[in-house]
């Protein structure tokens, strides 16, 4: 045992203790060193960061949504309105599990598939702290439901807000458009910042072509939040500036009248105010329920629409395109005088058909007129004098003589969608279908029909017009925009050239023979000159749907109801001093004078009263 103490060396043992000691204490102090400087740079380099990620943890910025501007018509009757409704929305970043979170809630809440479909989309989207829509406008019974649970469904609120409401449900929808959910289209063209907290757009209508206006400013506002996120107290607050009421143009009950006079019938109807373009009525039937659109329509509701034959959903007022038919009779006897291919003079014999260079094929007319001059063939209708008329023209001029009363092209109305309707010629033809274009076919433009469409604005455009005596106006549906402590806005007009004409008393000589129309012993829709009080200029139409052949009869109780004719009319009243000016379109309705020029009697005498103006009580037909 004393041999083995002589052999440890316990000062090599002490050196090694030491040095190990020496060690430990090193990385000791290493490890404070470390722990002091993490502290330091918490404490004072990475303050404001840590303070900020704190903060946010504690405060939270919420977007506020601006109110929507309402819509009102010309008299201030409401079309549109904010109405107080309850929505489910979810917190992504408090949602831990999103379907099974669905799962549960379709326990306490009616919501379908397309609702998650479109919440889906949006929570791709959204911010993690802002509330994504599930259902809106909670019955109190949902209400109550999810309040007693809402311990269960963390992330899940319900918010009380406002939510766009029609109270005239259906009249005017095709002008007013409707509201509906933002969805990803939407998305990739709306500002971000101006929709943060913004759930629905305007759609069609006014409502999307003044989305600018009726939207506003969002505001926003910071709030303090407990570590379940939800709302303690709010710190500060910026308003949203709450968007701009818009006055339309249209008349509340003008426009009910005219879809009352349309009905069931398929048709539109439109009235302008021919001394500044205002539109009185926009009609177009069927209708449809807008309110069932603002929170997401149903499938099955949707397909009902969209598979109608009678298509209530598409717009005919601006984006229907008809053949006008005898309409356009008044705008070519204009171009044949302005450009000299007739004289009032001018007489023709009727024999109920026309013939080029006497042989060949007959284009027929409605009845054998005898002898006729440019207006009594416009008070009667007569095909042969425009058949004749339009070969004199040429297609290049009479394509001419109706674009120049706004046929063949767009009015820029003030809503989205509108169509230009066709004024063809013999370019177009070769170049859209490659084909030659045939004398035959510009004596069919003559009376309306051929590759020629228009709109029953365009109609009603060309109509105001002639009233104003070549003087044109914009269809337009804004009237002012006003919101709170602002002064009215009220849209510029732009100044439209007028329609020249070399013999300004042509103006008078065709609008007398429109009066003839209604008030003449042979005028096609004499009929609704004895009903009204009024001095109507007007012009029957009828537009074939389909052709027929050389030796076969028309027969509107042998044709299949969609087979048979337009019927259309275009007016303005009183002649001397207009202040109203239609353009009517009834599909399948058959003869202009039976089921076209009574609606707009009707309505002009809606409009202007049921007994005759001053100026019409001074007297004039319309010659003076």
């Known amino acids: 045992m004393a041999g083995f103490d002589r052999l440890r060396d316990h000062e090599r043992e002490a050196r090694l203790f030491r040095r190990r000691a020496a060690v430990a204490a090193a990385g000791a102090v290493v490890l404070v060193l470390a722990l002091v400087a993490r502290l330091l740079y918490l404490q004072y380099v990475s303050h404001e960061h840590f303070t900020t990620l704190s903060n946010d943890n504690r405060v939270r910025i919420e977007a506020v949504a601006p109110t929507r501007g309402l819509i009102r018509d010309r008299q201030g ?22 379907q099974d979170t669905l799962v549960r809630l379709r326990r306490l809440v009616n919501f379908d598939d397309q609702d998650v479909q479109r919440l889906r989309q949006a929570w791709r989207h959204a911010r993690p702290f802002e509330g994504i829509p599930l259902r809106f406008r909670l019955t109190r019974e949902e209400v109550a439901r999810v ?104 008349d509340l009950d ?124 416009i008070t009667q209708s007569c095909d042969v004098m425009f058949y004749g008329l339009a070969l004199k023209l040429g297609m290049n001029k009479l394509a001419r003589s109706l674009r120049r009363f706004g046929l063949g092209q767009r009015t820029g109305i003030d809503i989205p969608g509108e169509r230009p309707g066709l004024v063809p010629d013999p370019e ?103 009903h009204s009080p009024h001095m109507i200029a007007g012009k029957t139409g009828t537009a074939q749907v389909f052709s027929i052949g050389q030796h076969e009869q028309y027969d509107a109780d042998e044709v299949a109801e969609e087979l048979r004719d337009h019927a259309l009319f275009i007016a303005f009243a009183p002649a001397r001093d207009p202040r109203i000016a239609v353009g009517v379109v009834v599909e399948n309705g058959g003869s202009g004078s039976h089921a076209a020029a009574p609606v707009a009697q009707q309505l002009i005498d809606a409009w202007l009263g049921p007994e005759p103006l001053k100026s019409e009580r001074e007297g004039d037909d319309g010659n003076t």
């Open 77 to 98: 009757k409401l079309l549109a309105e904010n109405l107080p409704s309850f929505s489910l929305q979810l917190v992504p970043e408090r949602v831990e599990d999103l």
């Open 147 to 250: 309040s007693v649970h809402r311990h269960s469904f963390p992330g899940v609120d319900i918010v009380a807000g406002l939510t766009r409401y029609y109270p005239q449900g259906p009249i005017g929808v095709h002008a007013l458009g409707y509201v509906g959910r933002i969805d990803e289209d939407d998305l990739q063209r709306l500002d971000a910042s101006e929709y943060r907290a913004t759930t629905h757009v305007g759609k069609l209508g006014v409502e999307a072509e003044y989305e600018p206006v009726l939207h506003g400013k969002p505001g926003f506002r910071r709030v303090e939040v407990n570590v379940q996120g939800r709302v303690l107290r709010v710190l500060d607050e910026q308003a949203p500036v709450p968007g701009e009421d818009v006055y339309l143009t249209l």
């Open 254 to 377: 003008l426009q009910r009248r005219a879809e009352d006079l349309l009905g069931d019938r398929d048709g539109a109807v439109v009235a302008l105010d021919p001394r500044n373009g205002q539109v009185l009525a926009l009609a177009s039937t069927p209708t449809f329920d807008p309110n069932e659109f603002v929170n997401g329509i149903g499938r099955k509701a949707y397909a009902q629409l969209r598979d109608s034959p009678h298509r209530p959903l598409f717009n005919r007022a601006i984006r229907g395109q008809y053949p006008p038919g005898s309409t356009v009779k008044p705008m070519v006897a204009m171009g044949g005088l302005q450009f000299d291919a007739i004289d009032r003079d001018e007489e023709i014999n009727c024999r109920g058909y026309y013939r080029l260079d006497g042989k060949g094929r007959r284009y027929r007319d409605w009845k054998a007129h005898g002898r006729v001059d440019l207006s009594q063939a």
């Open 428 to 530: 177009w033809k070769r170049r859209a279908r490659g084909e030659p274009w045939y004398t035959g076919e510009t004596l069919i433009h003559g009376i309306g029909q051929g590759y020629l469409t228009v709109t029953p604005l365009q109609l009603a455009n060309a109509a105001a017009v002639l009233a104003n005596r070549g003087r044109p106006v914009r269809p337009h549906l804004m009237l002012k925009a006003q919101g709170p402590g602002k002064d009215v806005k009220v849209p510029t007009e732009p100044t439209i050239p007028p329609v020249e004409q070399k013999v300004p008393s042509d103006w008078q000589y065709v609008i007398g023979a429109m009066v003839g129309v209604t008030q003449g012993r042979h005028g096609t829709a004499r009929a609704i000159g004895w």
